[in-house]
């Protein structure tokens, strides 16, 4: 099974997440997604792959403090 760096939802390091990831619906470990996204085999939230790349755009730029322009350029940039 591939391991990834980052969540495929939302982008996030694996590596910083404070719970080591999300779960499985067995109670495992997920290898591809979050904690904040992810628990017990289904997505937290129940929004679209466009919703959630606005989601992260906006944490960036409200909590991160990340102008816009960058915001938007490390998204495109995380989907190539």
Request: charged share 20%.
């Amino acid at each position: 099974m591939k391991k990834y760096k980052a969540c495929q939802s939302c982008g996030m390091p694996l590596s910083k997440d404070e719970l080591g990831g999300g779960t499985e619906k067995d109670g495992s470990k997920s290898t591809k997604y979050c904690s904040h996204c992810y628990i017990n085999g289904d997505f937290t939230q129940n929004i679209t792959a466009m919703e959630m790349q606005k989601f992260v755009q906006n944490h960036m730029m409200e909590n991160m403090k990340m102008p816009k322009f960058l915001a938007s350029f490390l998204l495109e940039a995380s989907q190539s």
